[in-house]
Structure formats: C-alpha cells, structure tokens
C-alpha cells in the first residue's frame, strides 16, 4: 500500500489499478470508502480505462477488425508505475503493453495524478497519444463511499444533495447496455433519498446532469462529503444489491447502447485524441 497524507486526512493507495482505498479523516475520524467487502463488491475506487461500461457482445470494431474488452476495460487489473512527488501527492502511469495492444490497438499513457490539498483528495487523470494515429477511449471514475460511515446512522438517513438539478431523467440499463427508455426522478429540494430499491435494475445513467457538486449527506449528524467533479458528459450513481454503500461516477463515456453497431468511432462519448496530444479531467472530494 501507498500513503498520502497531510494534517487533514490519509489516503491509502494500491498499485494495481492504482486504486483508491482509504480516506480516513484525521479530525472526524470516519473512513469514508467503501471496504471492498466481496460479500458485496470487491473493489474500492477503480478508474475505467479505456471504455466505460459494457460493449455489445462485449467487443468492438476498429479498422474493420473485431477486439474484445471486458466490462470496464483493463486498467482496473493492470499495476501501475509509482512516483511519490512528495508527502501528499502521488503520479501512477500506465502506458500500452503487448497484453493491451492484443485487445485494444492503441499507443497510452494514463495517469493518475492524486493530491492531497488541505481537507479535499484532488484526483486527475491525464492521457497522452503517443501514437502516430488517433486515439480512441472512454475513462470513467467509480469511487465506492461507505453508507453508513458513523454507527449511529443507517443507509435510510443518507440523501445525496445536487448543487444545480432540480430533478433527475436517467437512462435504464437492459443486460449492462443503454436502453432507449428513461425514467424521471422527482427531487425534494435537490435531494435524493437513499434506498437500496433504488438500485435494484443496475446502475442510474446520467446524460445531462446539471450539477458540478454532488453532497453525501444524513440527517442524524453533520458528517458527510463534497464530491466535486468538471466536464464529465456522464455520471453513474451505483450500489451492489442491499449494499452498505453507494458510488458516484462520473464519466467521459458510457456503455454501448443497445442499438450499436459496434463501431468503437461511432460509440457514443468516445473521445478522440490526435497524435501527441494529451487530455486530462478531474474531481475532487471534500471530507467533513
């Protein structure tokens, strides 16, 4: 494991995947991520790299060739390279392999840049073409908070507060693909109440989110969190079947949808990075 910390808060880090695993507050002495307890899930806060979600038959078409990638894409399995530039902030990278290039023909480098800035864990991620030809990928976060996160407080006392939507309209999910329909979600005063229901037929998708900031918040105490993110076209809002916790996504891409025709140009979000070019997006988390 790799430690960041400051006066504030420790953030605990793994290699492989160059995963998040730990925010412990110093101050209020809550771990706010999820345990990765495999009961439910075992994972922490894994990045999507190089697509979000599922492909139809999960496989795409490049150049008239077919590939197959699993959900999510690989960079969640792979370990990164480690540089600690100094107490509170570390750079994983993670750059095209023979493995990669058999399942996804494209010249990276991904990195994951996490710093630690008073009470808030800053992470961004950078992508850079070093390739000849463009570059074609999808990159999403799925970071797992842990509801409840105080013992006095049950996962019906949690709401999550939006800073702009006044109500929500997500896409549903048929077997891991978007489906043409959506359903609406009324919120009270720009919240929404967590229940396990809620997640009961996969993951909510967002398409048009008007918030930036999205809040973790119960109405026993005064804990909770700021989950601040910039530019992410998509957001997932996910938790296991009846599980203590729930994760916030946003994303720069989403699942194929059901109508694809599997052309990884046409896949919807896909973005398109020239040759030698990079690309970068992050969010950041407030802790309290």
Known sequence: MITLENDFIKVSLAAKGAELQSLFSKETQIEYVWNANPKYWAKHSPVLFPIVGSLKNNSFIYQGKNYELPRHGFARD?????????????????????????????????KLRYRLIDRKLNLTYEVINNGTSELLFSIGAHPAFAVPNTPDTVYEDYYLAFNADEKLTFWKLEDG???????N??????KLK???????????????????????????NDYGLHFHFEDFPFFGIWAATDAPF??????CGVADGINHNQELSHKEGIVKLDAGKNWSRFWELECF
């Open 78 to 110: 792979h370990v990164f390279n480690f540089e600690k530039i100094s107490k509170s902030e570390g750079v994983f990278s993670l750059t095209q392999s023979e493995d990669t290039l058999k399942v996804y023909p494209f010249y990276f480098e991904l």
């Open 177 to 183: 693909l978007v489906a043409d329909k959506t359903k």
């Open 185 to 190: 979600i009324a919120l009270t005063a720009h």
């Open 194 to 220: 967590l229940t396990h229901e809620l997640f009961y037929n996969d993951a909510l998708v967002f398409k048009n989110l008007q918030s930036n900031c999205i809040s973790l918040l119960n109405t026993k």
């Open 246 to 251: 729930v994760c916030l996504e946003p994303w």
